[in-house]
T-cell receptor, first 113, second 113 residues
Framework: EAGVTQFPSHSVIEKGQTVTLRCDPISGHDNLYWYRRVMGKEIKFLLHFVKESKQDESGMPNNRFLAERTGGTYSTLKVQPAELEDSGVYFC???????????FGSGTRLTVV | DQQVKQNSPSLSVQEGRISILNCDYTNSMFDYFLWYKKYPAEGPTFLISISSIKDKNEDGRFTVFLNKSAKHLSLHIVPSQPGDSAVYFCAASLLDNTDKLIFGTGTRLQVFP
């Protein structure tokens, strides 16, 4: 079984630019989550999709972040415009059964300069 | 305000000895606790979990202990092996319909020969 795939693995952009992160969940997993870890801090929840619907987006920092999940398959997380404090590692996870079956991707390391 | 705290950023243990990683939480409503292990450039992987109705769960070399009155849990690794060197994250969940995990900041474990 293929795992959760995230790309790019690294992205360096200038402040004010736009970046789009992509996550391909494990096939058949209805639940898809985005998390973020700012350097040295905790891994923080951003949002949760069930199929194509946003179940919980309480962790999204502000309206510069836009997440979509097309047709209940892959998901994208767009940051526009990027700010310095958006730097960190963005993890995607998918699960068939909620918190009991999370599988995380390797993450996208975003650096805003 | 951080609800899950891992106050030791790092721990160094000799191979063959016991590793004890600690985690404290503030929200008495948490129902379920998990430990994740993370290697560099990889996503967190699930290690072991415990429900709030139990005080101990064991899986091979890994045992998690929960002390609800103290709002404290610990992960014991016996015997420790060099391959256990990684960052360990404690996480908690409310088992409501949000499915989100609340993570600590992680403890870096180094097991030396």
């Amino acid at each position: 079984e293929a795992g959760v795939t995230q790309f790019p693995s690294h992205s360096v952009i200038e402040k004010g630019q736009t970046v789009t992160l992509r996550c391909d969940p494990i096939s058949g997993h209805d639940n898809l989550y985005w998390y973020r870890r700012v350097m040295g801090k905790e891994i923080k929840f951003l949002l949760h999709f069930v199929k194509e619907s946003k179940q919980d987006e309480s962790g999204m920092p502000n309206n510069r972040f836009l997440a979509e999940r097309t047709g209940g398959t892959y998901s994208t997380l767009k940051v526009q415009p990027a700010e310095l404090e958006d730097s960190g590692v963005y993890f995607c996870a998918s699960s068939p059964t909620g918190i009991y079956g999370y599988t995380f991707g390797s993450g996208t390391r975003l650096t805003v300069v | 305000d951080q609800q899950v705290k891992q106050n030791s950023p790092s721990l160094s243990v000799q191979e063959g000895r016991i590793s004890i990683l600690n985690c404290d939480y503030t929200n008495s409503m948490f129902d379920y606790f998990l430990w994740y292990k993370k290697y560099p450039a990889e996503g967190p992987t699930f290690l072991i979990s415990i429900s709030s109705i139990k005080d101990k769960n064991e899986d091979g070399r890994f045992t998690v202990f929960l002390n609800k009155s103290a709002k404290h849990l610990s992960l014991h690794i016996v015997p420790s092996q060099p391959g256990d060197s990684a960052v360990y994250f404690c996480a908690a969940s409310l088992l409501d319909n949000t499915d989100k995990l609340i993570f600590g900041t992680g403890t870096r474990l180094q097991v030396f020969p």
